[in-house]
C-alpha cells in the first residue's frame, strides 16, 4: 500500500470525524515549488460534500493528520490547498524496503485474469515499415505493462494472407519473376514480394493510360485493366481451391512470414498466437444466422443481413452480402469469438490498430455486446494516429514507404556517427560499438514513438530523437550507464542505519519520484498509455541527474552516508531498467 493510500484513509476518516461527512475520494498533487511540503491534498474537491471556509477545513483536517499520523510532520494551508510535509524517515524506510526488490512496482500476473492485445496485424504484400513499426512498439508496451499491472496477458496478431491486393503481388511475380526467389536475389522475402506489388501497380497505371488513350473514361479504364481483371480471376482461383494458385499463395506467403519474422526479431517483439484471415473469414456467419432469429439483425429484400444501430448514435451495418459471403465486420464478430474459445480465461481484449478505424471498432464492440458476450464491455480500441516524416505521406504500393528494416539500420547509423563525434567508446572494440550504436539507434526509435500521447499524430524525425540531452532514450540510457558507472566503483552491498540519516532536498525528491512507480504502471495500464511511463522514466531521470549534481555520492561526508547514496543510486537504475523494459528499450551497462 502507498503512502497516498494510507493517506487517502486518514483523510477519510479525518472528514468523517470532524464534519460528519463520507468522502469518496482525495484529490492529491505534488507541492508547488515555492511552498514548503511534499504532497498537496486539494480542499476544493470536498466543499461538495464538507461545507465550511477551506482555509479552516484544511487546517482542521492538517492537524488531525499530524495528531493520528507519525509521518506527517508539518502543514500549511494556502488559498485550499493543504501542503502536508512528510518526515524523512519515511522515504528512508521507503528505500530500505525496495533496495533489494528487483522488481518493485511490478504485480505478479493473476491467472485468472487474462487479456488478449492484437497487434501488427499485416497483409502478407509487402514488408512492415515505418507506420507498422508504430502499431508494434504500442502494441506490445502495452502489454508488457499490463502483465507489470497484475494482468495475464496473451500477445496475437491476425495476418491478412488473403484478398485481391495478395493476388497482385502474385500475378505480377508470374509475370514478371523469372522463377526468382529470397535465396536468388539475397532479398528478405517480405522485401522481394514487396517489389512485385509496386511492380503490379507499375503496370496497371499504364494501363489505364492506354485505355483511356483508347478513349475510355478512367472510372472504365480502372476496371477493365486487364492485369486487374486476372489478378480477380486468379483471387477466383484461389476461393475455389486450385492447386496450382494455392501452392503459389503459401509459398510466396512464407517468404514473408520469413521476412516478417526477421524484422520483429529487430524489432524486440514477440507474439504468442497467430490468426490467418485464410482461416477466419468463413467465421462470424453462424452469428449472424443466431442474431437474424433473436432479432438483433434483420434482412433486406435482397437476402442482405443488417444490423440497426441508429437508436445507438450509429448507422445500420451490413453483416452479410447478399449472395451470403462475408464482410469484414462478419470476420472480426467470428475471430473475436473464436479467440475467447481458443483461450477461455481471457476476460477483454486490446485492438492496436489505426484511428482510420474508429468507427468500424465502435460498431464491433457494439454488435458483441448486443449478440451478448458479457466479454465484450472489455474491449478496447488502442487508436493511434499516422507517423509522417519531414518528406511526407507514405504509399505502399508507390514504393514510398519508409521500410522498418532500412529505418533500424538508419537508426544504429546515425547513433553511431553522433557517438563518434562525442568521443565517448575509448577502449571499445568494434563488436562493443556495433552493438552499442544498435541498442542505441532502437532505443531512440521507441522513446520518441512511445513517449507520445497514442491518439497523437507523430511527425518522426531521425536526427532528433537521437540526442544525448533531453527528452529522449540516448539520454535515459546514458544516465543509466551513468549510475552503472557509480556502482562499480562502490559496494553496493553496503547497508545503512536508517537513524543516521538526514534527507538532502534533492535525495528527498528523487525518493518521492521513486516512489510513485507502482502508481505509474497501473494508470498506464488503465489508459492504455506507454506515454505515462515514458514520461515517468524522464522525471526520474532528470530528479537523479540533479541529485547527482548536488550532492557527492561516493565523496559523501559518513560511510553510512555513502551506502545510503548508493543504494539509492542502485534503485534508481533499477526503476530506470524495469520502466525502459516495459517500454521495450534495452539499457546499456557502459556508454
Not at 493510500?5 to 515555492?34: C, D
Not at 484544511?58 to 485550499?80: C, H, P, R
Not at 491467472?111 to 492484437?118: L, Q, S
Request: charged content about 25%; hydrophobic content about 35%.
Amino acid at each position: 500500500m502507498t503512502f497516498q493510500t494510507v493517506l487517502e484513509n486518514h483523510i477519510k476518516k479525518a472528514v468523517l470525524e470532524l464534519f460528519s461527512a463520507e468522502l469518496p475520494v482525495v484529490e492529491f498533487q505534488a507541492t508547488r515549488k515555492e511552498f514548503s511540503g511534499d504532497i498537496t491534498v486539494v480542499i476544493f474537491g470536498m466543499l461538495r460534500y464538507v461545507k465550511g471556509n477551506p482555509q479552516i477545513i484544511g487546517e482542521k483536517i492538517g492537524t488531525y493528520l499530524q495528531t493520528e499520523m507519525n509521518d506527517v510532520k508539518a502543514f500549511n494551508v494556502i488559498k485550499g490547498f493543504l501542503n502536508l510535509e512528510i518526515e524523512d524517515s519515511y522515504y528512508i524506510s521507503f528505500l530500505n524496503s525496495i533496495k533489494n526488490n528487483s522488481r518493485f512496482g511490478f504485480i505478479d500476473s493473476d491467472i485468472h485474469n487474462a487479456v488478449m492485445v492484437e497487434y501488427s496485424s499485416p497483409n502478407t504484400n509487402k514488408p512492415l515499415h515505418l507506420g507498422h513499426i508504430r502499431n508494434n512498439l504500442l502494441g506490445y508496451s502495452v502489454a508488457e505493462i499490463l502483465r507489470a499491472s497484475g494482468k495475464k496477458v496473451y500477445k496475437t496478431q491476425i495476418i491478412n494472407d488473403r484478398g485481391i491486393h495478395i493476388c497482385k503481388s502474385m500475378l505480377a511475380w508470374q509475370r514478371f519473376g523469372n522463377g526468382e526467389t529470397p535465396e536468388s536475389t539475397g532479398l528478405k522475402g517480405d522485401k522481394l514480394v514487396g517489389n512485385y506489388y509496386v511492380k503490379f501497380d507499375q503496370v496497371y497505371k499504364q494501363e489505364i493510360e492506354n485505355l483511356i488513350a483508347q478513349g475510355k473514361t478512367e472510372e472504365e479504364a480502372k476496371k477493365e485493366a486487364p492485369i486487374l481483371l486476372e489478378a480477380q480471376q486468379m483471387l477466383q482461383k484461389w476461393e475455389a481451391g486450385d492447386a496450382e494458385t494455392v501452392a503459389l499463395w503459401e509459398t510466396m506467403n512464407q517468404w514473408v512470414y520469413n521476412g516478417f519474422e526477421v524484422t520483429y526479431k529487430k524489432l524486440g517483439v514477440d507474439f504468442d498466437s497467430y490468426y490467418y484471415e485464410s482461416q477466419t473469414y468463413l467465421l462470424g456467419k453462424e452469428f449472424v444466422a443466431e442474431g437474424l432469429e433473436s432479432g438483433i439483425f434483420y434482412e433486406k429484400e435482397d437476402g442482405s443481413v443488417w444490423c440497426d444501430l441508429t437508436p445507438d448514435g450509429l448507422d445500420e451495418k451490413i453483416v452479410l452480402r447478399s449472395d451470403g459471403t462475408a464482410v469484414y465486420m462478419t470476420q472480426d464478430i467470428g475471430t473475436a469469438i473464436q479467440r475467447i474459445k481458443d483461450h477461455p480465461d481471457v476476460g477483454g481484449m486490446v485492438y492496436t490498430v489505426g484511428n482510420e478505424q474508429d468507427y468500424h471498432f465502435k460498431v464491433l464492440f457494439l454488435i458483441l455486446k448486443k449478440l451478448g458476450f458479457e466479454w465484450a464491455k472489455n474491449l478496447f480500441h488502442l487508436s493511434y494516429g499516422m507517423v509522417d516524416l519531414p518528406s511526407g505521406k507514405m504509399k505502399s504500393r508507390e514504393g514510398t514507404v519508409v521500410d522498418a528494416d532500412d529505418l533500424i539500420e538508419e537508426m544504429a547509423i546515425t547513433a553511431g556517427e553522433i557517438s563518434e563525434e562525442l568521443g565517448k567508446l575509448e577502449g571499445y572494440s568494434q563488436d562493443e560499438k556495433r552493438q552499442l550504436y544498435k541498442t542505441i539507434g532502437l532505443g531512440a526509435l521507441k522513446y520518441y514513438i512511445l513517449k507520445v500521447d497514442p491518439k497523437k499524430r507523430i511527425l518522426f524525425d531521425p536526427k532528433e530523437s537521437i540526442d544525448f540531452q533531453g527528452n529522449t532514450g540516448p539520454f535515459i540510457q546514458y544516465t543509466y550507464a551513468r549510475i552503472q558507472s557509480i556502482l562499480r566503483k562502490a559496494d553496493i552491498n553496503q547497508n545503512f542505519n536508517e537513524n543516521d540519516i538526514t534527507l538532502h532536498e534533492k535525495e528527498k525528491e528523487l525518493l518521492k519520484q521513486l516512489e510513485l512507480f507502482p502508481e505509474v504502471i497501473q494508470n498506464a495500464a488503465l489508459q492504455y498509455s506507454p506515454a505515462l511511463v515514458a514520461n515517468y522514466i524522464y522525471d526520474l531521470v532528470k530528479a537523479f541527474n540533479t541529485f547527482y549534481q548536488n550532492v557527492s555520492i561516493l565523496g559523501a561526508d559518513s560511510e553510512n552516508e555513502k551506502a545510503f547514496r548508493v543504494q539509492l543510486s542502485h534503485t534508481v537504475g533499477n526503476t530506470i531498467k524495469n520502466a525502459c523494459k516495459l517500454l521495450g528499450i534495452e539499457v546499456p551497462e557502459r556508454m
